[in-house]
């Protein structure tokens, strides 16, 4: 029932930009934060941008400067704006939540993820 949705990946140029968006859909009573990851083949997947439910934001040192997340609540939709882009952020890029859902029972928080979204920097 629950699902985020990535979009907006795709090959681009050293020096390029990419628009990741990612929007959450479901019985939803609240999103409390929100991040942005990334695995390359062979490797940990790591954080690079996290968001709370007040508008606090954090990234991994390799990005900073370059990469700027941003949330609509209205929309349940965070977005992840990515310029000068390396070879090294070759990855596949996962939207995580914790949402907070109405359930007939009650309130739950749970941890979700996307199914991902691919981002190619080559010449």
């Known amino acids: 029932q629950v699902q985020l949705v990535e979009s907006g990946g795709g090959l681009v140029q050293p020096g390029g930009s990419l628009r990741l968006s990612c929007a959450a859909s479901?019985?939803?009573?609240?999103?409390?934060?929100m991040d942005w990851y990334r695995q390359a083949p062979g490797k940990q997947r790591e954080l690079v941008a996290h968001?709370?439910?007040?508008?606090?934001?954090n990234y991994a040192d390799s990005v900073k400067g370059r990469f700027t997340i941003s949330r609509d609540n209205a929309k349940n939709t965070v977005v992840l704006q990515m310029i000068s882009l390396k070879p090294e952020d070759t990855a596949v890029y996962y939207c995580?939540?914790?949402?907070?859902?109405?359930?007939?029972?009650?309130?739950?928080?749970?941890?979700?993820w996307g199914q991902g979204t691919q981002v190619s920097v080559s010449s």
């Open positions: 968001i709370t439910s007040g508008g606090s934001t």
């Open positions: 479901g019985n939803i009573f609240s999103i409390n934060a």
């Open positions: 995580h939540a914790e949402l907070t859902l109405q359930r007939p029972t009650g309130r739950a928080t749970y941890s979700y």
